[in-house]
């Protein structure tokens, strides 16, 4: 007998016969010939494709298939003549001479071998977790709450007695318009959602509205809406939608206009109200509608700074100190531009008028572009060939800020010309011809694709030099660089010639620095109001030197408004016919 003595640091452990050693040799051997292997992987190939295997019983026991007189046990056949005899006789100690030693040994490798014992194995283990995952409970806390996390109950309650005592103080337990300012306070709501809450408990239809009628609209809306968003998401929309319309921002807008201090003297031109709310309402759209699909939807609502921009109206009495949405300065200047290109003040400009726009700054093909099909335009603007005043807010925000990834998306729809997503090189060259052609006839220096190419390239490093991706104009600070270079040859020319430190040295780094939108307003306000204030005194000028000029320079918003009123009055003789007709589009306005 083959003994094997294993010792261990301190102290001899007892002697083992080393039996496995042998079985594992005689085993190595078995799997090495080129039958058994055969044999294998065709058993394995059922076992893969679900097949019972049925094995014929063997004389050496194993459950192996003999294919061609190949081995079917480990052990070595008597008749080959490579056999060996084995070294020793079997051990005494662990097995008697008497027992089926050989059967007892296949039978236990036959169960661990057998593909079919294997499989039923799996089947089994795999049923038994099934088993198992089923009873397991898994308690996972909700972690979205598409209309906010819910608030106690008590807090809802506390506001319906509040809404109870400010009712009970009202005649009849009525609540008019004028009343709505202490509704919001027990609603603990902005002022200026009175209207939005008015109109859902059903002022809309009625002068008033009852306690009962806007306790139940609460109640209901406080029930499914827990955060600020969605509840006045919930009062702004239709019943039943899950959007929001540039309609449904009118009645609040007009609210606005109606009562803020900062727009008092528009109440002397209510014919201006409109082109103001569709001025707000388009820069709403703007700046929080991502899907171009022209409908809010609550995420959308959520994510930008409205809601608190509402808020904040209540606090500042200075319309013009809002720059998101509201100001008015930013509707004049639009409105002025606008007014600049509609020569029929029909309230629509088409190519030729759209052209004019910074003495022919834009490059012709893009101004084909904007009014091609699949763009930015809507598709009764493209059929008409002509775009409204608020598809012109969003060209004019675009244009004169194209660091905001809306003008981005709005520029880069334009450059795609195939509509598939990538900027290539062809298209680059397609817009860069034009402003060659312009260079060449003006006198200025050229550069030729090549080059510009490589310095576009350098400029926004996509990640595929091929082409030029929407992700990869985000990602690139200098991403109105690139647009300027290919189709606003003005521009191009001033970033040419612009210190690149000089932006830095103009503004505080503790203040925040304005956009490209608010510094370009605040420029051309000026010059709006030089020119204006310029032909005001040329004109008292001419009726006497016995005239008041005292009340025309008082506020600002004076001016403004008697700016306004000249400039709806302003064309050939019979001009008030004209102005009525631009004014009410076939309605009244107000």
Known sequence: MVLRFQTSVATMSSLRPVLKLKVDELFLRWLSESDTQKALREDLKMVVRGDVIFSPPTSTGFPFK???????????????PSSTPPCSPPPTLSVSPRSPRKRSSSSRLSRSLSSSSASQLFQEQREANKRQKSQQIVNVPQFYFPFGKPVASEENEAVL???????KALPDQKASKEDMDKITQACRCPKFWRVPLYNAAGGETSECVSAQAFMAMWRRITKQCHDDASRFFRLLSRPGAKDLTPEDFNPLVQDIVNSHPGLVFLQDAPEFHSRYITTVVSRIFYTINRSWKGRITLPELRR??????????????????????????????????????????????????????????????????????????????????????????????????KKQPISIEYWFRCMD???????????????????????????????????????????VKPKNPDYITLHDLKNCKLAYIFFDTLFNLEKFLEHEQRDPF??????????????????????????LVAEEGGQDTQQHSQQGDDCDYSDDFEPDEDIITIDLRQKATISEPGAEPQRNQWIGEGGDDS
């Open 66 to 80: 003999n294919h061609g007189g190949s081995p079917a046990s480990p052990l070595l056949r008597s008749s080959s």
């Open 161 to 167: 007695k509040r809404l109870t005592e400010v009712f």
């Open 304 to 401: 930008s700074n409205f809601l608190s921009v509402i808020a904040l109206l209540e606090e500042e009495d200075d319309i013009n100190q809002i720059m998101d949405y509201f100001s008015y300065e930013h509707f004049y200047v639009i409105y002025c531009k606008f007014w600049e290109l509609d020569m029929d003040h029909d309230l629509y400009i088409d190519k030729k008028d759209l052209a004019r726009h910074q003495d022919h700054a834009i490059s012709s093909r893009m101004i084909d572009r904007i009014f091609s099909p699949g763009t930015v335009l809507s598709p009764a603007s493209v059929r008409e060939g002509r775009m409204s005043y608020n598809e012109f807010v969003w060209f004019l925000l675009s244009e004169e800020d």
């Open 417 to 459: 010309l195939d509509g598939d997503g990538l900027l290539s090189m062809f298209e680059l060259e397609f817009f860069y011809e034009e402003q060659l052609n312009k260079m060449e006839s003006l006198g200025i220096e050229t550069l030729p694709f090549e080059d510009c190419l490589c310095q576009l390239l350098d400029l």
């Open 502 to 527: 000089a932006s830095n040295r103009d503004y505080d780094s503790e203040s925040p620095e304005p956009t490209d939108w608010e510094k370009y307003a605040a420029d051309e306000y000026e010059m």
